[in-house]
């Protein structure tokens, strides 16, 4: 099973893409659909502060009817947010993303961000090592 950290290593961009809390949901928008993410870490000071994602956007902006121009992030964003460390497993990330229904999740080590994880990286990784198990498995059969 691999960890967190080695999920990192094998992403190919490990930039991670952040707004501020001032600023404003438009912008976040914008960032999101320019990058083709699907969510931002809010950071404020340098630390995380929250995390805002298009269901955000969608369910707090689009469907109550307010102004993505005048909304500021901090009015929409997640500020409880669910976080990883370094050492973590993929099964452990899978199981907190299914049990609250998450499909990012920041990486934390000694409380700096370091990475940002996606429900399309766990899916892809377990792919991969099932792929590398079956492989394994023939061999074996095969002797």
């Known amino acids: 099973m691999k960890s967190v950290a080695e999920i990192l290593r094998s992403k190919s961009s490990a930039h991670v893409y952040f707004v501020s809390p ?12 320019e990058k083709g993410i699907g969510a931002l870490v809010v950071l404020s000071n340098g630390r995380l502060a929250g995390i ?3 269901r955000d956007y969608a369910r707090k902006v689009a469907l109550l009817e307010r102004s993505a121009f005048a909304a500021k992030v901090s ?3 997640t ?28 990486v934390l080590a000694e409380g700096e961000l370091i990475g940002l994880l996606s429900i399309g990286d766990l899916v892809k990784q377990t792919i991969a ?15």
Request: charged content about 25%; some cysteine.
């Open 129 to 143: 090592d099932q792929a590398s198990l079956i492989e394994q498995l023939e061999q074996y059969i095969r002797g």
């Open 52 to 54: 805002v994602s298009e």
């Open 75 to 77: 009015e929409i964003m």
């Open 22 to 33: 001032d600023d404003s949901v438009l912008d976040a928008v914008k960032l999101m659909a």
């Open 79 to 106: 500020a409880d947010v669910i976080t990883v460390g370094p050492r973590d497993t993929t099964s452990h990330c899978m199981q907190l993303m299914t049990d609250r229904h998450l499909r990012h999740l920041p």
